[in-house]
């Protein structure tokens, strides 16, 4: 019986709001060398910042996601506050395309 490996990263980006309050959301996993990028992607990112109030209304906001093998992190941002290095990992998992596949790095919509 084939054993699934678990992934070493996993990281989930949902957006909501917007004018029409759409939610979507994309996930992406990585194992072994394959997880180094995402890695460095999350590192990079400031998830104990406190974040910063955008005004304006129906804008988008975004929750990012991250396990790497047990640690768990989550940020809560409105859009005006998705910049470099959260953008880049935001556009990395966004940018995955949908592969089936235990080990395939995967992305979904909903």
Not at 93 to 109: D, I, N, Q
């Amino acid at each position: 019986m084939h054993q699934r490996d678990e992934p070493d990263v996993s990281v989930t980006v949902v957006r909501s709001g917007g004018i029409a309050g759409l939610r979507r959301e994309w996930h992406a996993e990585a194992c072994g060398a394959e997880a180094k990028p995402w890695l460095a992607l999350i590192e990079g990112c400031p998830w104990d910042e406190p974040v910063p109030e955008t005004p304006g209304a129906d804008r988008f906001q975004w929750q990012v996601s991250a396990a790497v093998g047990a640690a768990r992190r989550d940020a809560r941002m409105p859009d005006g506050a998705v910049t470099a290095p959260w953008r880049a990992l935001i556009d990395a998992v966004r940018g995955v395309p949908a592969v089936s596949g235990p080990k395939a790095a995967r992305a979904e919509t909903s």
